[in-house]
């Protein structure tokens, strides 16, 4: 936006210089937005930063890292290089993470880090706001949940809600956002975690200590324009249900989305789909196993969207 833009320009002036002093207060204004205290929170580059500080902080050769498959693979890439044991969970029917089963390999481990996308990345699904209810109510000892919402903004289901209620009424619940998504700005690495106050000493070491003087500008010049996020929201909801609607009328399958981006079914293989895509000037994501027949595709502007369902028909008549 351009506020954001405005606020870089002027950060750039004094940007050859480090501005350690005042990120207690950036700290803080982020805390003010979701109604809590700087103590609760914990910068990083982006949300990967703070991400993997939490591994790093709650887990251990002992202590596993428990997560749904698919999802995004950054916490779980780092547990595997710090030697530490990563367990995948399968999905319930409907995508949602299946938090019984999540609890109980934690209890069965003796504590644990149950890692929870939500809404997930890559299947664009989310957890009822129920289900995080309970498992953030019955974790076992040693065990914590850290809840990734980069992509909460897309969504208005009734069914999905923060987690961070759990982390103002003090549960072993650390939240992770991100500037990345909603706001545009993933060049400019601007994340946060939300967390009780000891819990975010714990995951202090492990982060750099101090983000882009230029990007943290940005953001909190983002957050003070109320009209930002609902505008973009709307748009995204729009030109996604615009989607959902011509692939209904088409006959093809897809799971409900919740993100920026969603699962549709080829009825193939998609590391033949993606080739012939990418060859028409179309590039979705990558495959994700086990889902080998969902094409992952990211939700552009309308004029974007009308060339993936023209390239997407020639594709699948191929």
């Known amino acids: 936006g351009e ?28 805390g003010r937005s979701l109604g809590l205290e700087r103590e609760q929170v914990i910068l990083g580059a982006g949300s990967s930063e703070v991400l993997c500080a939490a591994v790093h902080a709650f887990t251990t050769a002992s202590r596993p890292l428990i997560y749904v498959e698919p999802t995004f693979e950054l916490p779980i890439s780092l547990a595997n290089a710090l030697g530490r044991n990563a367990i995948p969970t399968p999905p319930t029917a409907s995508y949602a993470a299946d938090v019984k089963r999540m609890r109980q390999e934690a209890a069965s481990a003796g504590g644990g880090l149950i890692y ?25 000892p040693n065990t914590l949940a850290l809840i990734d919402e980069a ?20 549960r072993n619940v650390v939240v992770a956002r991100t500037f990345s998504k909603i706001y545009g700005m993933a060049g400019l690495r601007v994340g946060f975690a939300c967390a009780k106050p000891e819990l975010i000493q714990q995951m202090a070491p492990f982060p ?3 983000i882009s003087y230029v990007g943290i500008r940005a953001a909190l010049a983002a957050l003070a324009d109320p009209r930002m996020v609902p505008e973009r929201q709307a748009r995204y909801i729009r030109i996604r249900a615009d989607l959902c609607k011509w692939l209904d009328g088409r006959g093809f399958r897809y799971l409900e989305p919740h993100a920026n981006f969603m699962m549709i079914d080829t009825r193939r293989n998609v590391r033949s789909v993606i080739p012939a895509m990418v060859e028409r000037g179309v590039a979705p994501g990558r495959p994700f196993p086990p889902l080998d027949n969902m094409l992952r595709v990211t939700i552009g502007t309308e004029t974007e969207m009308e060339k993936f369902r023209k390239v997407f028909l020639e594709v699948m008549k191929a």
């Open 3 to 30: 506020a954001a833009i405005a606020a870089m320009k002027e950060a750039m002036v004094t940007a050859g210089r480090y501005h350690y002093q005042e990120l207690g207060e950036h700290r803080a204004a982020i």
């Open 116 to 140: 929870l996308c939500n809404p997930n990345n890559p299947t664009s699904s989310i957890t009822p706001k129920a289900d995080i209810d309970w498992l953030a109510n019955n974790l076992p």
């Open 151 to 170: 992509y909460i903004h897309f969504s208005t289901s009734p069914q999905l809600a923060s987690a961070l209620d759990h982390v103002k009424a003090g």
């Open 208 to 210: 750099a200590g101090a």
